[in-house]
């Protein structure tokens, strides 16, 4: 099957420094990439749409100067959390659409536990 | 606006029996995508199965079924001859038709699971 690489799993930074997520499709080209967050105990909320080679769409409410979005080719996406702050402290996870298949289902990464203190 | 709810937040299943998890779902789409997946305390998502809203047979993969009804929006996931490894959160998602979304796929509140031995 699929497979979405996501790298770090985990990391812990301090307050005011920023941390890139990858998002990578080992075997499979991916047009689209969502990158999702996930609060202890609670379900994953989107937020944003990274498509290839163009800007990436945020939900409402996400803000985009913050969580900046990279998907400079067909294999990756970046999420970088600027100026973190300890409420940003969650669970990130991307998940990916291969391209052509009709997308009967996103492939996961295994997320990354962030952690700001 | 789409919307997905699970009204269960936690469900207990003895061993070797079935169980059925809830998923309503709200969307003026006409073509939209029905999913389950598995989070297990790892935080990685497991896809389980998937139903088209246009498929008229309930999809099945392995012990894993959906029981479709469109005329009541629900798509409830049934488990049958619960495994403790079972035992994890479920989500239900719908992924909207439009590809001018980029096909964006909401999840619903989950449903914890505890299999009994």
């Known amino acids: 099957g699929a497979v979405v690489s996501q790298h770090p799993s985990r990391v812990i930074c301090k307050s005011g420094t920023s941390v890139k997520i990858e998002c990578r499709s080992l075997?499979?080209?991916?047009?689209?990439m969502f990158w999702y967050r996930q609060f202890p105990k609670q379900s994953l909320m989107l937020m944003a749409t990274?498509?290839?080679?163009?800007?990436?769409?945020?939900e409402q409410g996400v803000e985009k100067d913050k969580f900046l979005i990279n998907h400079a080719s067909l294999t990756l996406s970046t999420l970088t959390v600027t100026s973190a702050h300890p409420e940003d402290s969650s669970f990130y996870i991307c998940?990916?659409?291969?391209?052509?298949?009709?997308?009967?289902?996103?492939?996961f990464g295994q997320g990354t536990r962030l952690t700001v203190v | 606006a789409q919307k997905i709810t699970q009204t269960q937040p936690g469900m207990f299943v003895q061993e070797k029996e079935a169980v059925t998890l809830d998923c309503t779902y709200d969307?003026?789409?006409?073509?939209?995508?029905l999913f389950w997946y598995k989070q297990p305390s790892s935080g990685e998502m497991i896809f389980l199965i998937y139903?088209?809203?246009?498929?008229?047979q309930n999809a099945t993969e392995g012990r894993y079924s959906l029981n479709f009804q469109k005329a009541r929006k629900s798509a409830n996931l049934v488990i049958s001859a619960s495994q403790l490894g079972d035992s994890a959160m479920y989500f239900c998602?719908?992924?909207?038709?439009?590809?001018?979304?980029?096909?964006?796929?909401?999840f619903g509140a989950g449903t914890r699971l505890f299999v009994k031995a």
């Open positions: 998940s990916a659409r291969r391209v052509g298949t009709g997308g009967v289902e996103a492939f």
């Open positions: 075997d499979f080209q991916a047009t689209t």
């Open positions: 990274s498509n290839e080679g163009s800007k990436a769409t945020y």
């Open positions: 969307t003026s789409d006409q073509s939209y995508g």
């Open positions: 139903q088209g809203s246009y498929d008229e």
């Open positions: 998602a719908m992924r909207e038709g439009r590809s001018t979304g980029g096909f964006k796929t909401i």
